[in-house]
């Protein structure tokens, strides 16, 4: 059992990240691997991913894509909501984000929203894509 007064607030379960099937999740919580704020500390070189997608038996570059929506869900804005989107518009850091113009990450994120759901209306508003380089700048600076 996790104890729960030791999960950060910006730490989510593992089944909340997009793509982790159940199997994984489970393989996971075997080697205490519960929640994304365990699997970035458990992950922190390419070797460490390398061995855990070992264990875990399943391809290291799908590994790496999910320590990667972890870290981008360390943002309180972004969470697993948003961490999957992100990484398809090409973000794969907060640092990255950081660095990133709020406006022509909003523009990217809409074209992708109407090429694969063919709606605009489902991608997050310019103000919300602002406040996620703002939360990543400001973890950047923390680092």
């Given at each position: 059992m996790t104890n729960t007064q030791n999960i950060p607030k910006n730490?989510?379960?593992l089944s909340q990240l997009p793509g982790i099937p159940q199997e994984i999740t489970d393989k996971?919580?075997?080697?205490?691997?519960?929640?994304?704020?365990?699997l970035l500390?458990?992950?922190?070189?390419?070797?460490?991913i390398e061995t855990l997608a070992?264990?875990?038996?399943?391809?290291?570059?799908?590994?790496?894509?999910w320590v990667v929506m972890a870290n981008l869900?360390?943002?309180?804005?972004?969470?697993?909501?948003?961490?999957?989107l992100l990484l398809h518009?090409?973000?794969?850091?907060?640092?990255?984000?950081?660095?990133?113009s709020f406006?022509?990450?909003?523009?990217?994120?809409?074209?992708f929203q109407?090429?694969?759901?063919?709606?605009?209306?489902?991608?997050?508003s310019l103000q919300t894509v602002q406040q996620w380089v703002k939360e990543a700048r400001s973890l950047v600076q923390q680092s």
């Amino acid at each position: 059992m996790t104890n729960t007064q030791n999960i950060p607030k910006n730490s989510f379960p593992l089944s909340q990240l997009p793509g982790i099937p159940q199997e994984i999740t489970d393989k996971c919580a075997a080697s205490n691997l519960t929640h994304t704020h365990t699997l970035l500390q458990h992950c922190t070189t390419p070797k460490a991913i390398e061995t855990l997608a070992n264990q875990l038996q399943i391809p290291t570059p799908q590994l790496k894509k999910w320590v990667v929506m972890a870290n981008l869900a360390q943002l309180e804005s972004v969470g697993c909501e948003y961490c999957g989107l992100l990484l398809h518009a090409g973000i794969i850091s907060p640092s990255q984000l950081a660095q990133t113009s709020f406006p022509r990450l909003h523009q990217q994120i809409i074209r992708f929203q109407v090429a694969t759901t063919r709606r605009r209306d489902l991608a997050p508003s310019l103000q919300t894509v602002q406040q996620w380089v703002k939360e990543a700048r400001s973890l950047v600076q923390q680092s």
